[in-house]
């Protein structure tokens, strides 16, 4: 899976207990953004935004294509 994006860099942060991936969204700079992480209710991927951090419609999309990634990856393993 992609780790370096224009504007951002994914951490994994998943735990050995854990089912799902975990991924923290940094900025360039080290700020954290968001994390990318399973959501149950909704059964799939998704993004959680840290408070008063704002992205532009290319970061966005490159978030977007993450959580697809990550998405494909767990159809692929079923």
Known sequence: ?????????????????RKTLWFQIKSKHGKHLGDICWHTPWRQYCFFAVERTVFNKEC????????????????IKK
């Open 60 to 75: 966005l999309s490159d978030i977007q294509d993450c959580i697809t990634q990550l998405m494909d990856e767990r159809k």
């Open 1 to 17: 899976m992609k780790t370096e994006y224009k504007w951002f860099t994914l951490k994994d942060v998943s735990l050995p207990s």
